[in-house]
């Protein structure tokens, strides 16, 4: 593959991820996540929320406007997390929609949602660094033992950590140093949550992501061209998980996103 066509695919990468943080239930659309452990109500949108088996409650008048599954909410209705198998789907208004997510300790919250969010309207682009073939490095993938876990903190939890199972070990050597990196399952791939001497100078502070299959020979393609900037770098109603020690790089690695500016050029989140 030629400079010129891996630079075109990622020309076409980039414009596909910036149509997508503008969708309607796109990145910069969030504009709540609320968590539910008692009836209450939520910002941004009508009606009465309570933590139910399987998601939340709803209790609304019909005025309010709340269409649960299809159907105008007149009374109560049950809100079914995306974990279950029939997920619920919520649309407030032309513009507005929600759902619910559960953490791993079984509590629910609500997702708001707005097409029409201050995100979206001041959304410009997604600085990138010009492709860079020095940062396209073939590593080694080696399987670890089933239940192998690191524990990973997010942004929001006050310095706790969440054991992620980790599949294997991403390795390589560049420039005299040996890598060992972790990566956890992220539906068919793997995620790989990094940091390098880039953060809070050229890059978004909190670091990146970097989705990565390994190969049935045991080698994994690392393509930092297609490191993306997580979603809380585009709202800050995300929880994203923060690089465990092991996937912070005393390097710059200058390729893939960088940060999310304004139509004017300015930081979204300066």
Not at 113 to 123: E, H, N, P, Q, V
Not at 129 to 152: C, H, Q, S
Not at 235 to 240: E, I
């Amino acid at each position: 593959m030629t400079d010129t066509t891996a630079q075109d695919r990622l020309s076409a990468f980039h414009a596909r991820r910036e149509a997508a943080v503008v969708a309607p239930q796109g990145n910069l659309a969030l504009v709540n996540t609320q968590w539910v452990d008692s009836p209450q109500t939520i910002w941004g949108v009508p009606g009465t929320w309570a933590p139910a088996e399987g998601g939340l409650v709803v209790t609304a008048e019909a005025s309010d406007g709340i269409v649960v599954d299809g159907r105008l909410v007149d009374g109560a209705a049950l809100v079914l997390s995306r974990d279950s198998t029939d997920p619920s789907e919520v649309r407030f208004s032309d513009t507005v929609t929600g759902f619910v997510i559960t953490s791993e300790e079984g509590s629910h919250a609500l997702r708001v949602w707005d097409a029409a969010s201050d995100g979206i309207r001041d959304f410009g682009s997604i600085d990138s660094y010009p492709y860079n073939p020095d940062w396209v490095v073939t590593a080694d993938f080696t399987p670890n033992p089933e239940g192998t876990t690191v524990g990973f903190e997010h942004l929001k939890d006050d310095g706790r950590t969440r054991e992620q199972v980790i599949p294997g070990d991403i390795t390589f050597t560049r420039d005299g140093t040996d890598y060992r990196l972790a990566a956890f399952r992220s539906g068919r791939t793997l995620q790989l949550v990094f940091a390098d001497a880039t953060n809070g100078t050229e890059t978004y502070s909190v670091g990146r992501f970097l989705f990565v299959s390994p190969e049935d020979d045991g080698t994994v393609i690392l393509d930092f061209n297609n490191a993306v900037l997580p979603p809380c770098a585009f709202s800050y109603n995300f929880n994203c998980p923060l690089p465990p020690k092991q996937n912070r790089f005393e390097v710059p690695i200058e390729a893939g996103e960088k940060n999310v500016l304004t139509k004017d050029g300015a930081l979204l989140h300066g």
